[in-house]
């Protein structure tokens, strides 16, 4: 483990060659005031990392970007905990973005997809106390170098272009993208997020194939509400489908 000085977020990174998972490498250090608001933990590898609802996140040692970071937001009620989701998924989507323009897409609500496939994915861990965040753990997994993956739709930077990527230059490029998105959710500019995010949501505006309880039908992403959850028009009919509740077909 090594301790670099920056500022912001990227004030304090902590490296590590393998972990179990650095949500609770990051957690560990906070609860022992080690490690503060803008701090990271990074590994070139994990043995139990993870992504949304206990999914396990694939990665092959030393290939891909694999870290968390530590948030105190400014004062986000817990019924707004949304726009830390958007700030997350907007930071990774910017830094994607920048290398494959007008391919990169959000796939609601946190995975970043390029040519219809997965190259990121966001797990938010929030603190709440009372009626307020806290404080929020965000874990990353980006698919950078690796060649092959056990499932289909993953995809990664070095399958895309071909070529091979410095991790190190790739990491602070990504807390640039953090820290640009931090500031806006430090000036409340709660409409612009939303609208960015609003603005490149895999798969808006067309109609595809989606399943919930069992059902295969046609519906419409419009967008998200004011809670996070996914808005489908369906048969003209404004439909609310929470995480887990639908999926992609």
């Not at 996914?230 to 439909?239: A, C, H, M």
Request: glycine content about 6%; hydrophobic content about 40%; proline content about 2%.
């Amino acid at each position: 483990m090594n301790y670099i000085s920056q500022s912001f977020i990227g004030a304090q990174i902590f490296r590590f060659d393998q972990l179990e998972s650095t949500n609770d490498t990051l957690r560990d250090l906070v609860e022992k005031k080690t490690a503060h608001h803008g701090a990271i933990v990074t590994a070139k590898f994990q043995t139990k990392g993870r992504g949304q609802i206990a999914n396990i996140w694939e990665s092959d040692d030393d290939k891909n970007l694999l870290l968390s970071l530590y948030v105190t937001p400014p004062k986000i009620l817990a019924a707004e905990q949304v726009y830390l989701n958007l700030f997350a998924c907007l930071a990774v989507f910017d830094f994607v973005n920048k290398e494959f323009p007008d391919r990169t897409k959000i796939k609601w609500p946190n995975d970043i997809y390029v040519n219809d496939k997965k190259v990121a994915g966001i797990l938010i861990e929030n603190n709440i106390q009372g009626n307020s965040v806290k404080s929020s753990i965000i874990g990353i997994g980006i698919n950078i170098n690796q060649s092959n993956f056990s499932v289909p739709n993953a995809l990664s930077f070095h399958q895309i272009s071909a070529h091979e990527y410095n991790l190190v230059e790739l990491l602070y490029k990504l807390v640039e993208c953090f820290n640009f998105r931090l500031e806006e959710l430090y000036l409340q500019l709660q409409n612009k997020l939303l609208g960015d995010y609003l603005n490149v949501m895999y798969r808006k505006g067309f109609k595809a194939n989606y399943r919930a309880n069992g059902l295969l039908f046609e519906g419409e992403i419009i967008g998200i509400d004011n809670i996070g959850r996914l808005k489908l028009l369906v048969d003209g009919e404004i439909k609310l489908f929470s995480f887990k509740e639908i999926s992609y077909e």
